[in-house]
């Protein structure tokens, strides 16, 4: 069965550095997307993301963090400079109508 | 802001009860999806519900979208140790909302043999 990969499964780092969450969508799909969430928390929504640019931003999602897709199959998420308060479960999420979303397994993100 | 409160936010049964998960907002959502998400994991589809009033059936779960599709239900019935996780519920709004889900905060579920 199809699913939505996600890569690191744990991201270590230090304040103020730059990481680069990966995912690879399911194959046929269009529509693609960011959530997280902090621990013991709701998970919560970041972007949206469809034909090659963002659709949707919530206020969490700052300047700081950024999206790409740099090829046909990888969906990347950068945070520019890590903050303490930016550890949290990281999910990518895609759907092939816009409206059923599939998730990954996650990338824990932990901020030293 | 649309919020979604779910309850109860804990449950613990004995195999074999029933229970019930409420998912209740003042917002109208287009759809509603409820999900399970285990420890460390991402969150797993259960089922989407569209059409307000309608009932879904998964084996001994079945999911209800309200009339107004402003609320929505998880039944379990005869718990199994083996449905023990955490439910989410997720609202989707609509047209360019269509891909910001607006989740619950989930109840966790224990189910004792």
């Known amino acids: 069965e199809p699913e939505v990969t996600q890569t690191p499964s744990h991201q270590v780092t230090q304040m103020g550095q730059e990481v680069i969450l990966r995912c690879v969508p399911i194959s046929n799909h269009l529509y693609f997307y960011w959530y997280r969430q902090i621990l013991g928390q709701k998970v919560e929504f970041l972007v949206s993301?469809?034909?090659?640019?963002?659709?949707?931003k919530s206020e969490i999602f700052d300047d700081q963090f950024s999206v790409e897709r740099p090829d046909g199959s990888n969906f990347t998420l950068k945070i520019r400079s890590t903050k303490l308060e930016d550890s949290a479960m990281y999910f990518c999420?895609?759907?092939?109508?816009?409206?059923?979303?599939?998730f990954g397994a996650g990338t824990r993100l932990s901020v030293l | 802001t649309q919020l979604l409160e779910q309850s109860p936010q804990f449950l613990s049964i004995q195999e074999g009860e029933n229970l019930t998960v409420y998912c209740n907002s003042s917002s109208v959502f287009s759809s509603l999806q409820w999900y399970r998400q285990e420890p460390g994991e991402g969150p797993v589809l259960l089922v989407t519900?569209?059409?307000?009033?309608e009932v879904k059936k998964l084996k001994r779960l079945t999911f209800q979208f309200g009339d107004a599709r402003k609320d929505s239900s998880l039944h379990i019935t005869a718990a199994q140790p083996g449905d023990t996780g955490l439910y989410l519920c997720?609202?989707?709004?609509?047209?360019?909302?269509?891909?910001?889900?607006?989740f619950g905060k989930g109840t966790k579920l224990s189910v004792k043999p």
């Open positions: 997720a609202g989707a709004g609509y047209g360019g909302s269509q891909g910001n889900l607006i």
């Open positions: 999420a895609s759907s092939g109508a816009g409206v059923i979303q599939y």
């Open positions: 993301f469809y034909n090659n640019e963002i659709s949707e």
């Open positions: 519900v569209v059409t307000g009033g």
